[in-house]
């Protein structure tokens, strides 16, 4: 793949336009701010990956891993996966040119026009989510940029079948998931080679085969091929507001390892894009705003987990092969898994409380393959420790492990602040005692028993070492969006509220471009709702931008 990023002493004093994080946020708003002629910076902490650099062995995957949690802290800060343990929840987030792109399931589900007709969404968001208003083709938009595809000859997939006997037993029917995945070689509009899905089932650690149609395959070679420039290891500190309407954003270029060698720097830019997700954006503005910058009070609020939630059904009576291989090893399974998730179910008013869940049939990550022994003591499953140290990870009834990734919603009450040795902090009381994680133990229990199974929680986070927490790979929240200063942090448009002194009691030229603008739990995987939104906003306040076909 073409080297996208550029040495650090390339960079300009000031440009039109600073964006920082290239994940679906900053991806856009990079892209779109270059065809407006602007020019345009983006600032990335992580580094440029390909393919082959990805984990493909518990031990690189360590190695590959920032872990941070109270005072500890662990790893280099470039690292790939960024781990946040937390003491309500813990949260995982890539660290990488491309963003979360780069370690997600790629599933790309429009939310239903129900959901932006929620009173936390704003009055112009809820008038233009149909397909000819302007959020509405943002969706469309989004969709032929990211070249959604549904996985072809899903039902012979093996675990897919399993999804269709847990869908029978609780009376819906599977569906097939539409995924930002190739299932063709082929050389891009963009002029970047892809190539064809393997099936190896390891779309959550990093594509090996490039496969994946991360963002590092369209919009952020698309926006360079505007003269976009872009610089990773750079984390930014804080932003300040300049007497003359511009911005300053002060960062610290991190690529070196000894941190006495990192250099503190700073560039100038008429417009600023805050995208470097629901931890990154709200930290920098909370930094900010210990350094004089009026933001609302409402900033760190209403962060959500999406209801996140992974779980197995042990020991099916048929084979499901969902044990992910990875590249390497492949030839252990007699036929291929397909992505990390390549189908759903979709079930409705379960329980007492009526939760909506969505349930995909997700996948082992063969990285964890050689610790299935350990995990399984950790949980107290001696039985099944002992089944896994005889017949192995790819036999017994690890052949007939089905895995379930659960995706409903929380009540988005969680709050993010900065302690005192200025790390992020989430707080969110009685989250784990919320009722949609208690049905979705009993819908689990029907859809494991319906493949002769035995459902139970996720071994990595739902254990006698580490206690019961939920962990999320969609954080959201931090910078709501909403109506005013007094109720959210960011307006429709993605600006920031600035309560008054501003033309219309907004920074006009400050954004925030990520999940962390999205105001409840959208109950489905975001990353189609996060480009959606910041094609929207780009559409508003890019010169002479038009929505129509990519």
Known sequence: MTQLSNDISAIKKKYDVVVVGSGYGGSVSALRMAESGHSVCILERGKQFEAEDFPDTVFSSLNAMRFMGGMVKSGHDDSLIDFRWGQDIHVIVANGLGGGSLINAAVALRPKDETFQQDCWPIEIRQEISSSGLLGKAFGRSEEMLEISCTPNIAGLKKYQALERSGSALSVQAEALPVAISFEDKTNRFGVRVNK?????????????????????NYLPAATSLG?????GCEVDYIEELPDNHWKIHFRHIAVKRKRDRQSLSVT??????????????EILLRSREKGLKVSGQLGKGFSGNG????????????????????????????????????????KNFGKDHHDFIVQDGTFLSILTGTT?????????????????????????YANMQTYYVVSQ???????????????????DNLA???????????????????????????LTDNLVVGRRPITVHPMGGCRMGRDFE????????????????????????????????????????????????????????????????
């Open 197 to 217: 899905c393997q099936g190896c089932g390891d779309c959550w650690i990093g594509c090996r085969s490039g496969s994946k149609n991360s963002l590092d395959k």
């Open 228 to 232: 976009a420039e872009i610089f990773t």
């Open 269 to 282: 830019a008429k417009k600023v894009v805050l995208a470097a997700g629901s931890l990154g954006s709200t």
């Open 308 to 347: 996140d939630f992974l779980a197995y059904g042990y020991g099916a009576d048929k084979k499901v092969n969902a044990i992910a291989t990875g590249l390497k090893n492949r030839k252990k399974v007699d036929e291929a898994v397909g992505p990390s998730a390549s189908g759903m179910i979709e079930v």
């Open 373 to 397: 022994v350990s995990m399984n003591l950790m949980h107290g499953y001696f039985r099944h420790a002992a089944t896994n140290l005889i017949k192995g990870a790819y036999g017994g009834h």
């Open 410 to 428: 929380d009540n988005a009450e969680g709050k993010m602040t900065l302690n005192s040795r200025d790390r992020l902090v989430i707080r969110w």
């Open 433 to 459: 005692d919320q009722p949609a994680y208690r049905d979705v133990d009993d819908m689990l229990e029907i859809a494991a028993k319906a493949n002769g199974g035995e459902y139970f929680k996720n071994p």
């Open 487 to 550: 109720t959210a942090v960011v307006n429709h448009k993605c600006q920031v509220f600035s309560g008054s002194g501003h033309d219309g009691g907004v920074y006009q030229t400050l954004y925030v471009c990520d999940g962390s603008v999205i105001p409840m739990s959208l109950g489905i995987n975001p990353l189609l709702t996060i480009t959606a939104l910041a094609e929207y906003a780009m559409s508003c306040v890019s010169e002479g931008l038009v929505l129509e076909a990519a």
